[in-house]
């Protein structure tokens, strides 16, 4: 036998012993084969409007980058979303603060907390990660960046934001109400033409927060993580508890293990259940997207969801939880 023709059937048999032998996972296989990617883009809770804009910028070829940037300036342009971007709901002392941040598929990363009179942090996050040779910026310094990279300042605090916010005044209770208060921070990730994932998440943080109080949303590997060899995730709710597992980050360590996108979810949410007693009290969720296109989310409360805009069509997507109240 030609020493060619021995080799390619020993390492045939091989194979087929350590399939027989459960030493080769069937998962690994299917991370090898040649998928032609399709864009996508989903995000936390039913932002259709921004899955759209990012999905439709996708088909037409562009990056992931551009498309999650873009998707989620869509939320913090609205008004009547009172936790992300203009119009966000303010501090105990009336201070609108806005949190972000973005991640390229090379790895590259950016970040801002605690910027105030900036309509769209997400953008100065980026330029963070293209200009800077930083991560995270942030209060004054990033408000003084974003002057100099060409941002306009503006009062962010509108007239429902501040009349909330004076009733609120009138009896000082905090209580983070599941799936209501902190329902509105987006968290995005997009895939485009090439197979290549970025992702997004952008927040005002919860409502009449303590002054200068920072979550998840900006920190990366906690509400937001990606590795462009292996998939990404975001997160929402509670951004302490997500900040204490940093879940993003968790999901996709498991997903590069061989979980699929919704055994990792469901992973990095019972981190949080058995580690906190008081987990009833609040929500924590998340969204996973893999390499391969496959989705994965959970949450500790029924009544999250996701968006999803993939082959033309928009979706909203209820997502299966640990409670089921």
Not at 70 to 95: F, H, I, W, Y
Not at 108 to 126: D, F, Q, T, W
Not at 240 to 251: C, N, Q, R, T, Y
Request: hydrophobic share 40%; glycine share 10%; charged share 20%.
């Amino acid at each position: 036998m030609k020493r060619r023709k021995f080799i390619g059937r020993s390492a045939i048999s091989l194979a087929g012993i350590s399939i027989g032998s459960g030493l080769i996972k069937p998962h690994l296989f299917a991370m090898t084969k040649n998928i032609t990617p399709k864009p996508i883009a989903i995000a936390t809770w039913n932002f259709q409007n921004a899955t759209k804009m990012a999905g439709k910028m996708l088909e037409d070829g562009a990056s992931a980058l551009d498309a999650v940037e873009q998707g989620v300036m869509v939320e913090e342009s609205n008004l009547k979303n009172t936790t992300v971007g203009d119009g966000g709901a303010p501090d105990r002392d009336g201070n609108v603060t806005l949190d972000a941040c973005i991640m390229a598929p090379n790895g590259n990363a950016g970040s801002v907390v605690y910027l105030k009179e900036i309509a769209h942090p997400v953008s100065v996050a980026r330029k963070v990660m293209e200009e800077t040779p930083h991560v995270m910026l942030a209060g004054e310094g990033a408000l003084q960046f974003a002057i100099q990279q060409g941002f306009k300042r503006k009062n962010l605090l509108t007239a429902e934001s501040e009349k909330a916010w004076k009733e609120w005044l009138e009896h000082k209770k905090y209580q983070p109400i599941i799936n209501i208060e902190n329902h509105d921070t987006i968290g995005m990730l997009c895939m485009d033409k090439n197979g290549d994932i970025a992702g997004a998440c952008t927040t005002s943080g919860l409502s009449y927060k303590m002054n200068g109080r920072v979550g998840d949303s900006p920190i990366i590997g906690s509400g937001l993580f990606l590795d462009n060899e292996v998939g990404g995730a975001v997160g929402t709710g509670m951004g302490e508890a997500i900040m204490k597992s940093v879940g993003s980050f968790l999901i996709v360590e498991l997903m590069r293990q061989g979980k699929s996108p919704q055994e990792a979810c469901e992973e990095a949410v019972m981190r949080t259940v058995r580690k906190a007693p008081n987990y009833k009290d609040f929500q924590v969720a998340y969204v996973a997207l893999n390499k391969q296109g496959e989705i994965g989310s959970y949450c500790i409360h029924k009544g999250f969801s996701y968006a999803k805009f993939h082959e033309g069509e928009s979706s909203d997507n209820p997502s299966p939880s640990y409670l089921d109240s």
